[in-house]
Nanobody, 126 residues
């Protein structure tokens, strides 16, 4: 069955960096549209970044220039390099996979994704 397993979360100070990983299994990685979402306490889940099999990338405005999404299809692994972290980046971060290409702003709609990981916590202190 499809499994997405995130790792790499932790606690850092403002301005620090973290690299999240998402190991995917149980499906052909390149057939799926991959994304990172996050959810802070009391807030709705929001799209952070997404990547298509052709290399097309989308970012939320709040993370542009600070976060970088990438993947290694040979390892079936998705990454999120986070730099210049801010306290407002504190959230549970989730990896997600969709079995169809998402156009326009749909990449940020959580209901377009079929599979989710369990999440990894990121805490940024000021």
């Amino acid at each position: 069955q499809v499994q997405l397993v995130e790792s790499g979360g932790g606690s850092v100070q403002s301005g620090g960096s973290l690299r999240l990983s998402c190991a995917a299994s149980g499906y052909t990685y390149s057939d799926y549209y991959m994304a990172w979402f996050r959810q802070a306490p009391g807030k709705k889940r929001e799209g952070v970044a997404a990547i298509d099999s052709d290399g097309s990338i989308k970012y939320a405005d709040s993370v542009k220039g600070r976060f970088t999404i990438s993947d290694d299809s040979a390892k079936n692994t998705l990454y999120l390099q986070m730099s210049s972290l801010k306290p407002e980046d504190t959230a549970m971060y989730y990896c997600a996979a969709s079995d169809h290409v998402l156009l326009g702003a749909n990449w940020g709609n959580q209901y377009e994704y079929n599979y989710w990981g369990q999440g990894t916590q990121v805490a940024v202190s000021s």
